[in-house]
């Protein structure tokens, strides 16, 4: 790359970066090509990408990005992956491919602007799906009106059980 393509780069790359919800910075030594790539199959299949960029180039990228507090995590070979869309996602499929393949090693991230370390990532990991978190949550907005009617029902219910109980009593 010549210069003026490394400042285009840099560029496109730092919209990139300011336009992911999770930024997460790892340690790919030891993983051969099809393992990358597979890798990189499962993010793309979830809007999450996967970059393996000079740490100079990430350094101009970050600049003014959250992801700028990771700059300590930029020393060897780093990839950065990016999830544009439910941050949980992201890190479910890194952890579930770390315990396959030990030599993936979560170094930290950033998840909406707040840095977060390897140990919050598998935490971030163990939470379910935006979906799931949706339905509950719609779940617990129902309750109040569904005991609400069930309470209301309740009391005319019981009276005709106790006018049936009376008919059959004196029949």
Do not use: W
């Not at 393992?35 to 960029?53: H, P």
């Amino acid at each position: 790359m010549n210069r003026e393509q490394k400042k285009e780069f840099v560029e496109q790359f730092a919209q990139k970066v300011a336009s992911a919800k999770l930024a997460l910075v790892t340690n790919f030594i030891g993983l051969n090509v099809g393992q990358i790539n597979s890798l990189r199959g499962d993010l793309r299949k979830s809007d999450c990408e996967m970059k393996v960029v000079k740490n100079t180039l990430i350094r101009l990228a970050a600049k003014g990005t959250p992801l700028e507090q990771l700059d300590s995590l930029f020393e060897g070979p780093n990839a950065l992956v990016l999830g544009y869309e439910d941050p949980v996602v992201s890190a479910k499929i890194l952890t579930k491919f770390a315990e396959k393949h030990p030599q993936l090693v979560l170094k930290g991230g950033v998840l909406e602007g707040k840095t977060i370390s390897s140990e919050e990532i598998v935490a971030l990991s163990k939470l379910p799906g935006r979906e799931v978190l949706l339905s509950q949550l719609l779940g617990l907005l129902k309750a109040p009106q569904r005991n609400m009617v069930s309470l209301m029902s309740a009391v005319p219910r019981k009276l005709l059980y106790a006018l049936q109980a009376k008919a059959e009593q004196s029949a």
